[in-house]
């Protein structure tokens, strides 16, 4: 059974510092990776998705790494800030047809 | 930009009935999946949908649970006969039919938090 782990669980920061969020599967087989948020009660935003050929993608403060051999995702957000609380998700593509499995996420907390 | 739109936002019932909740993917995405999450827990993937049919399932998709495509924009979950247990958030969920769907990028809707008393 797919498993995915991220690391840490939740981290409280003050604004402004380099974040570095990680995530390792299981599964060794990786189409893509998505990365999500979901902020309380609400429903995932996408922020990024790496191909398998690729290693790394970027979306403004957002950078998102994928090492294959190693199974293994990082997500750097930099010069945190406050709208950057949330849950921060990295699922695993369980199968050809798209099929998420989520771990527990990093709950961040940005304070001013 | 276009987005997936549930509805209801919040549907409570009784243990017993039925529920309904739908969902309006992107219009041209092709492979759609349904997922909850119970308060507190992970997100947790129910069923996926293609040509009109079930693509794949999880254990949690019993026979209580079914999906439709009743027309060419709407993409529903029916819950048979609620359980306690089913209190959760639903979320639906999108993708392109560009190559096979676990390559694409998957968009999720607000979700339909379902309470049952």
């Known amino acids: 059974k797919q498993e995915v782990t991220q690391i840490p669980a939740a981290l409280s920061v003050p604004e402004g510092e380099n974040l570095v969020l990680n995530c390792s599967f299981t599964d060794s087989a990786i189409y893509n990776l998505q990365w999500f948020r979901q902020d309380p009660g609400k429903g995932l935003t996408s922020l990024l998705l790496?191909?398998?050929?690729?290693r790394e993608q970027t979306s403004g403060r957002l950078n998102a790494s994928l090492d294959k051999s190693s199974g293994r995702s990082t997500l750097y957000i930099a010069a945190s800030q406050p709208g950057d609380s949330a849950t921060y998700l990295c699922p695993d593509r369980g199968s050809t047809l798209g099929r998420l499995y989520f771990g527990r996420g990093t709950q961040l907390t940005v304070w001013p | 930009e276009p987005e997936v739109t549930q509805t209801p936002s919040h549907q409570v019932t009784q243990m017993g009935q039925e529920v309904i909740l739908r969902c309006v993917p992107i219009s041209n995405h092709l492979y759609f999946y349904w997922y909850r999450q119970i308060l507190g827990q992970k997100v947790e993937f129910l069923v996926s949908f293609y040509n009109n049919e079930i693509s794949e399932k999880s254990e949690i998709f019993d026979d209580q649970f079914s999906v439709e495509r009743p027309d060419g924009s709407n993409f529903t979950l029916k819950i048979r006969s609620t359980k306690l247990e089913d209190s959760a958030m639903y979320f639906c969920a999108s993708t392109t039919s560009r190559g096979l769907g676990a390559y694409n990028e998957q968009f999720f809707g607000p979700g339909t938090r379902l309470t049952v008393l």
């Open positions: 790496i191909q398998s050929s690729q």
